[in-house]
C-alpha cells in the first residue's frame, strides 16, 4: 500500500460527459502528479501541483483540468468525454518540491470507461 | 527529443531463471533512471532509483546498471519468481525534474 489513494476504482460514463477523479496523496506529501495510461500505453503526464499551486504541464487537454485542495488531495476533471479518454488515470505523490522530484508513489488508479 | 527506449517489449522466462531488461534514453540535460515494476492494472511501484553518479543500484533480486556515456542503463532480475511477472518501466528524470517514462517491457514467468 503506497499511501496514495484514488476514487472511484472504476467508472463507466457515456461519450460528451464529465466526470471527476479525486486522489488523496501520502500524509505530508505536498506534491501530486496525474498521469494517464491508456491500453498498452506507456505513462503519460498530466499535470503537476505542489502546494495548491500548479508547477508543471504535460499533455493535458483543454477538456481536462485539474486543482489541489488546502487540505492537499487533488482532483482531475474531465468533461466532453470521448472514447479515446477511457484509460486508466493514477495519482502519485511526492515528499519533494517542485525543484527535486524525488522518488513518486502512486496510487491504484482509476479505470475510466467510456461508451 | 526526450525520450526512453525499452527492449524487448515482451519476455517470456522460466521460473528461477535470471533475466535482463534494457533502456535506452536520450534525455538532456539528464538528473536521474529509475525502473518501476507495474502489475497488471495497479499503480507502478519504485524499484531503483540512480543518479548519473551511480552505475549499480540493488533491491534484493532487482540489480539496476546505468552508463551515462552510452545512455544505457539494464535491469537484471536473479532466480525468477511467478511474482515478477509485470510491466517494468524505465524513466528518465531532466535536471529540470520532468520524468518521461519508457512505453515498459512486459515480462511473463511461467513455472
Known amino acids: 500500500d503506497s499511501g496514495v489513494t484514488q476514487t472511484p476504482k472504476h467508472l463507466i460514463t457515456a461519450t460528451g460527459q464529465r466526470v471527476t477523479l479525486r486522489c488523496s496523496p501520502r500524509?505530508?506529501?505536498?506534491?501530486v502528479y496525474w498521469y494517464q495510461q491508456s491500453l498498452d500505453q506507456g505513462l503519460q503526464f498530466l499535470i503537476q501541483?505542489?502546494?495548491?499551486?500548479?508547477?508543471a504541464k504535460g499533455n493535458i487537454l483543454e477538456r481536462f483540468s485539474a486543482q489541489q485542495f488546502p487540505d492537499l488531495h487533488s482532483e482531475l476533471n474531465l468533461s466532453s468525454l470521448e472514447l479515446g479518454d477511457s484509460a486508466l488515470y493514477f495519482c502519485?505523490?511526492?515528499?519533494?518540491?517542485?525543484?527535486?522530484?524525488?522518488?513518486?508513489?502512486f496510487g491504484e488508479g482509476s479505470r475510466l470507461t467510456v461508451l | 527529443k526526450n525520450q526512453v527506449e525499452q527492449s524487448p517489449q515482451s519476455l517470456i522466462i522460466l521460473e528461477g531463471k535470471n533475466c535482463t531488461l534494457q533502456?535506452?534514453?536520450?534525455?538532456?540535460?539528464?538528473?536521474?533512471l529509475r525502473w518501476y515494476k507495474q502489475d497488471t492494472g495497479r499503480g507502478p511501484v519504485s524499484l531503483t532509483i540512480?543518479?548519473?553518479?551511480?552505475n549499480t543500484k540493488s533491491n534484493g533480486r532487482y540489480t539496476a546498471t546505468l552508463d551515462a556515456d552510452t545512455k544505457q542503463s539494464s535491469l537484471h532480475i536473479t532466480a525468477s519468481q511467478l511474482s515478477d511477472s509485470a510491466s517494468y518501466i524505465c524513466?528518465?528524470?531532466?535536471?529540470?525534474?520532468?520524468?518521461?517514462f519508457g512505453s515498459g517491457t512486459r515480462l511473463l514467468v511461467r513455472p
Open positions: 502519485a505523490s511526492s515528499p519533494r518540491g517542485p525543484q527535486n522530484t524525488g522518488e513518486l508513489f
Open positions: 500524509s505530508g506529501d505536498l506534491s
Open positions: 501541483y505542489y502546494n495548491g499551486e500548479e508547477r
Open positions: 533502456c535506452n534514453y536520450t534525455v538532456s540535460p539528464f538528473s536521474n
Open positions: 540512480m543518479t548519473f553518479s551511480e
Open positions: 524513466v528518465g528524470g531532466d535536471s529540470s525534474y520532468k520524468l518521461i
